[in-house]
């Protein structure tokens, strides 16, 4: 089993989901045999073809902990939504061996992974979520590099250094507004300079029946991900509920102390 290798225990993704109260629900679309590894998240198959693993964002370093996990190992593909992306690319959950946890489960559980900006389902983001939160809590892999700390909302010029990355960014929201067809969730008191969220108006409703009141978000602490832009002030674009995770007492989540 590949929960044997990981320096602790970690839970599949069938029982993260249960604990979601929701299965994780995934289409299985082939077999595959691994040619090369060509990053951390990424691998050329037998047949030529190139798999991207879904749901993931990896640091530069971890082709290694990937090889480790495939090396040698038969794969078994299981797909969330389309299977290609735009480049033409394979998109899918790999399954190393007979192993009912998934590849990105085992890199998130052991902290080589962090869940990327879009998932593209509930239940199985929560999962995900779950595994990350565990390692973060252990301080395993990244989770013990400051280089992968969450950033707080409030400090801009930090921000502003992580422009073009992606990163997990914590913080109040002071304020809720809408302009237009845009909905911006402000944590800095002047919009202008402060570290903001944009969600277009019209997923308002996914991220509702997400459990996710946008409009009920002052003066809650969140944690949001995604890749760090700047206008006038840093800001991540958000149209996926996944990345947008509530915290504190009786947000569903139990409060974390930051690495």
Known sequence: MVAAILAAPALTLAALSAAAQQPCSLTTIGTATVAMVRDGR?????DGRELRLAAIEVPAHS???????VAG??????????????YGRLVAFAFAGDSTDSVQQVLLAR??????AHVGD??????????????????????????????????????MGERGRFA????????????GSIIYMNFGRRWTEGFSVVIPRRRRRAFA?????LKQLAGRRVRVRGFIEQRRGPIIEADAPEQIE??????????????
């Open 42 to 46: 990424t691998l050329t198959l037998a």
């Open 209 to 213: 029946a997400a459990g996710i009141e």
């Open 122 to 159: 509930k239940a199985c983001a929560d999962a995900l979520l779950a595994a990350e939160r565990e390692a973060r809590a252990g301080r395993r892999g990244l989770w013990g590099d400051p280089n992968f700390a969450l950033l707080p909302a409030e400090n801009r010029a930090r921000l």
């Open 168 to 179: 997990l960014v914590e913080g109040k929201v002071l304020s809720v507004r809408e302009s």
């Open 111 to 116: 902290g080589e992974a962090r869940v990327s």
């Open 73 to 86: 190992r038969p794969l078994r593909l299981e797909k969330l939504g389309p299977d290609h992306d735009r």
């Open 63 to 69: 082709a290694a902990a990937l090889q480790n996990l």
């Open 246 to 259: 509530l915290i504190g007492s009786g947000m569903g989540q139990p409060q974390e102390t930051r690495p």
